[in-house]
C-alpha cells in the first residue's frame, strides 16, 4: 500500500516550548489529511483536517491556534504543538488520502511534554 | 457528536474460532467505510473496506458486511489467529470527511 512518513516518532520537549511533527505521503499526492490524537483506552480523536492549500478545519474543541497545521503541498502536512504542557502529551498521528479513498498512516509521534 | 460507534471496547476469542466487531454510523452522508488494525504505539494500518453500493466485501480471512438501512457495519475474522490480537478502528467516510469509531481491543487466545 501507499506510504506515509510521520517524523519524528517520539519526541520530549519541555513545558512552554513548540514541537513540530512532518507527515509525508511518499508516493502519492495527498488532497487531504488528517491529523488525530490517540487518547488513553484507545480512541482516536480526529483534530483537524487539511486541503492542500487551504486553511485546515479544525474540530470542536480543539484550539486552532495551539495546534498550527499547515498543508503547504500535496505531499506535505506539519503539526506545530505551540507552548506544550504536560496535558498534550499523547500519541499524534496523521493520515493521508487521495480524494475519496482508504486513508494511510503515519507510524505516529509520542509526544512527551516535561 | 459521534457519528461511528463502536459499543464493544472488548472482544476475546479462541484461536481458530470466529470474530465479529460490529460498527455503528448515523450520518446517511457516508458512502465508503473501512477497518483498520492497530499495534501500540503504531500507527493504524488499513485492513478492508467496503462502498455503499455493495453490502459485503471479502478479502482472505476478512470479510465486511454492510446494512445501509441498519446504518451498520461489520467485520468478520475466520478463522481467528493469536497475530490478529490489536485494536480494531472502523471508519466512515464521506468525500473531505472521515470519521472513527471508539475502537474494539480483540484478544485471540491461543
Known amino acids: 500500500g501507499a506510504v506515509v512518513s510521520q517524523h519524528p516518532s517520539w519526541v520530549i520537549c519541555k513545558s512552554g516550548t513548540s514541537v513540530k511533527i512532518e507527515c509525508r505521503s511518499l508516493?502519492?499526492?495527498?488532497?487531504?489529511m488528517f491529523w488525530y490524537r490517540q487518547f488513553p483506552k484507545q480512541s482516536l480523536m480526529l483534530m483537524a483536517t487539511?486541503?492542500?492549500?487551504?486553511?485546515?478545519?479544525?474540530e470542536q474543541g480543539v484550539e486552532k491556534d495551539k495546534f498550527l497545521i499547515n498543508h503547504a503541498s500535496l505531499t506535505l502536512s506539519t503539526l506545530t504543538v505551540t507552548s506544550a504542557h504536560p496535558e498534550d502529551s499523547s500519541f499524534y498521528i496523521c493520515?493521508?488520502?487521495?480524494?475519496?479513498?482508504?486513508?494511510?498512516f503515519g507510524q505516529g509521534t509520542r509526544l512527551t511534554v516535561v | 457528536d459521534q457519528q461511528v460507534k463502536q459499543n464493544s471496547p472488548s472482544l476475546s476469542v479462541q484461536e481458530g474460532r470466529i470474530s465479529i466487531l460490529n460498527c455503528d454510523y448515523t450520518?446517511?452522508?457516508?458512502?465508503?467505510f473501512l477497518w483498520y488494525k492497530k499495534y501500540p504505539a503504531e500507527g493504524p494500518t488499513f485492513l478492508i473496506s467496503?462502498?455503499?453500493?455493495?453490502d459485503k466485501n471479502e478479502d482472505g480471512r476478512f470479510t465486511v458486511f454492510l446494512n445501509k438501512s441498519a446504518k451498520h457495519l461489520s467485520l468478520h475474522i475466520v478463522p481467528s489467529q493469536p497475530g490478529d490480537s490489536a485494536v480494531y478502528f472502523c471508519?466512515?467516510?464521506?468525500?473531505?470527511?472521515?470519521?472513527f469509531g471508539a475502537g474494539t481491543r480483540l484478544t485471540v487466545k491461543p
Open positions: 450520518n446517511s452522508m457516508f458512502d465508503y
Open positions: 467496503i462502498s455503499s453500493i455493495k
Open positions: 471508519a466512515a467516510s464521506a468525500l473531505g470527511d472521515m470519521r
Open positions: 508516493d502519492f499526492q495527498a488532497t487531504t
Open positions: 487539511s486541503n492542500e492549500g487551504s486553511k485546515a478545519t479544525y
Open positions: 493520515s493521508a488520502r487521495y480524494e475519496n479513498t482508504e486513508a494511510f
